[in-house]
């Protein structure tokens, strides 16, 4: 019982966000732009105590699960349905960051975030399939493999478009800001935008954008780029930035932000398949073979295809 006090005195004690204050408003717009899985005494103020990322009940938690990033705007339904199906596990927690940040977590056994320090290890981990296999020829990591997901690239910018940015050429113009990914963690940038940049215009148009533009000041590189991206657009401080079509559609169309998205033709855009996998030390293995069950199954894919997201077959 101690424990449990001290992770939810934690909880609400840390004086830090996994958001920067100077990029907490974009018109009156702030993360994390989701209902939450759990009632309870809150206390969020926008840009100091506001972990986004951070999802469910860490509580002594019966599932843990470590998504990729981007999919956060459906996490918290998928959470609450997987309950609703399964009410032996009410106490489910996830986190919604860049999969390279997750990799570490793990690796080093814990996160901080601010002064908050967690041990929470994931029960299912999922990311793009590259990533997957990579790290399943590299540390064995996984008991079962599943794919039920796909996703295509897209171009945010400020609603409207006012810089007219119609292709990936335009995002190497003089004068256009970007918001980039950064290569070392996040895998949209290695798996997807570097390889369909270098597909349209060769490694010239990669470099022009991921050197050039990062060496002259006119690229930001971000460090979680489906809540910077977002708030910079919003803010005018980027132009415009590479995402997964999902985020573009989420934020245009269903959140209704202050967004537009520039369609991507599909001989130069990129797909990638995402991928769960059942840690082969999950501490509750039960209860994650029961969700891979459930996020590949009718009710999970429901509600992925809700957010856009495509079937694992691409169609």
């Known amino acids: 019982m101690h424990n449990r006090f001290k992770r939810a005195t934690c909880l609400l004690a840390f004086a830090a966000t996994l958001i920067p204050l100077s990029t907490a408003w974009a018109g009156g717009v702030a993360p994390p732009w989701s209902a939450p899985v759990d009632d309870g005494f809150e206390f969020t103020v926008t840009g100091i ?10 509580n002594d938690p019966q599932l843990v699960i470590f998504f990729a990033g981007n999919q956060y705007m459906a996490v918290n339904e998928l959470i609450r349905g997987f309950r609703k199906s399964h009410p032996q596990y009410s106490r489910v927690f996830a986190e919604t960051l860049p999969p390279g940040k997750l990799v570490q977590q793990i690796e080093s056994g814990s996160m901080r975030v601010g002064n908050m320090r967690m041990e929470v290890q994931p029960d299912v981990f999922t990311a793009g399939r590259g990533r997957m296999d990579e790290l399943q020829k590299k540390n064995d990591w996984f008991l079962d493999m599943r794919d039920y997901a796909t996703n295509k690239l897209a171009i945010m910018t400020f609603r409207g478009n006012p ?14 800001t970007l918001c980039l990914p950064n290569p070392k963690f996040e895998g949209i940038a290695e798996h997807a935008i570097i390889p369909a940049l270098k597909s349209t215009g060769g490694q010239q148009l990669a470099d022009a954008v991921y050197k050039q533009k990062v060496a002259d000041g006119s690229a930001f590189l971000t460090t979680i780029h489906h809540r910077q991206t977002p708030l910079r657009v919003m803010q005018h401080q980027c132009d415009a930035g590479p995402v997964w079509y999902t985020e573009a559609l989420f934020h245009a169309e269903i959140a209704n932000h202050a967004t ?14 995402y991928t769960a996998g059942t840690m082969k030390n999950a501490p509750h293995e039960k209860a994650a073979k029961a ?25």
Do not use: C
């Not at 810089?163 to 256009?176: M, T, V």
């Open 49 to 58: 105590d506001n972990a986004p990322d951070l999802h469910g009940n860490i």
């Open 163 to 176: 810089y007219g940015i119609k292709n990936w050429q335009d995002l190497s113009r003089a004068g256009i």
């Open 260 to 273: 537009s998205t520039v369609e991507i033709p599909d001989k130069q855009n990129h797909r990638v398949t």
């Open 291 to 315: 969700f891979m069950a459930f996020l590949t199954g009718p009710e999970g894919q429901a509600i992925y295809r809700k957010y856009g997201f495509m079937p694992p077959n691409g169609d």
